[in-house]
């Protein structure tokens, strides 16, 4: 049996991840996905910097890993993208690190699950569909940037937790992702695993004829990956489809 380990900021869009272990459980592949909660800071603040540099303790994550540990995971995830960007490239490696010593298996994190899904496609330009607060989107530019990903244009909504961010649908998305320029051969990133985007990543695409990567999509597409056992899907975003890059979406936005 191959297990996807999760370590996931609750109160958001966990059930992404249960649902996604369902649909798992119906194909032919025996996998199961357990889904673990870390301790966050701030309360309705929790994506402010200082909060989130909490978060991102590598003692904080060992807390929560530990938990998981007993269930020997095929490979894990810090399921989070803020908590693994907030104190710099480094430190995100030293984070996966940490908690592969721990847990004995390939760790990700969603923030570099992200970079991960861009080498694939080949994808080097993107424009991001931020729900932070400036100052944290910000903190994200400059990780894409070290990963040599340019950044063509960003929108900040400003959302202080994941609550809020977890309210966030189709529609209210669209909207913003509007306002976005995304140049041809561009992606369009929305990271918060708080946001629930597992059911809408297509429509997205459709709409805006353009790539969507979104957190909880590359978070459990780079999972599967390091396990071993990436499933290919058609409904949940070009990333997982079976299509080549050569296939993406035609540079025909707006025609």
Known sequence: MIRLGILYPPTGAESEYYLYGERLADSQAPVV??????????DEEEHATKYLRRTADIDNLILSAQSLRPLKPSAAVWACTSGSFIRGPEYAEMQVDALTSLLECPVTSTSLAFVSALRHLDIRRVSVLSSYPVETASVFSDFLCHHGIALCDTVCMGLNSGPAAASLDFEQLLRVANRLDIPPRAALLVPDTAIPTMSIISRLELALNRVVLTANQVSLWETERLAGCLNQQQDIGFLFSS??????????RGA
Do not use: E, K, Q
């Open 33 to 42: 996905v357990s889904v673990v909660g870390v301790r966050i800071f701030g």
């Open 243 to 252: 299509r080549t890059v050569i296939d993406s979406p035609s540079d025909t």
